[in-house]
């Protein structure tokens, strides 16, 4: 199983940004996808949390500025990150719980991570 994330990039304060993460492989059905990110010098902490059935959850950092969806077919979940401010800069890593085969137990798997950079 591979998640591909992209759609990182520069942006100014104010500006807004879409990224989006595809699992790929031998997958019978994923649980939930989301994002973590992680500034320079600090720990992974979660952004936001998408189930298969579309209950979101946000980190309170997000709220009202960032909107998570899922698109079951493609297998794909995307972030959409409005008024960003240089505090959200770092890098955004994807992960989907992924039920290879029937009868499996989840796994969690990560995406590379995409560099998102805010300047002020």
């Known amino acids: 199983v591979q998640l591909q994330a992209s759609g990182g990039g520069l942006v100014q304060f104010g500006g807004s940004l879409r990224l989006s993460c595809a699992a790929s492989?031998?997958?019978?059905?994923?649980?939930?996808m989301g994002w973590y990110r992680q500034a320079p010098g600090k720990q992974r902490e979660l952004v936001a949390t998408?189930?298969?059935?579309?209950?979101?959850n946000y980190a309170d950092s997000g709220k009202g500025r960032f909107t998570i969806s899922g698109d079951n077919d493609k297998k794909t979940v995307y972030l959409q990150m409005n008024s960003l401010k240089p505090e959200d800069t770092g890098v955004y890593y994807c992960?989907?719980?992924?039920?290879?085969?029937?009868?499996?137990?989840?796994?969690?798997?990560w995406g590379q991570g995409t560099l998102v950079t805010v300047s002020s």
């Open positions: 992960y989907g719980d992924v039920v290879r085969l029937r009868h499996l137990s989840p796994t969690r798997y």
């Open positions: 492989g031998i997958i019978f059905s994923i649980n939930g």
């Open positions: 998408i189930t298969s059935g579309g209950t979101t």
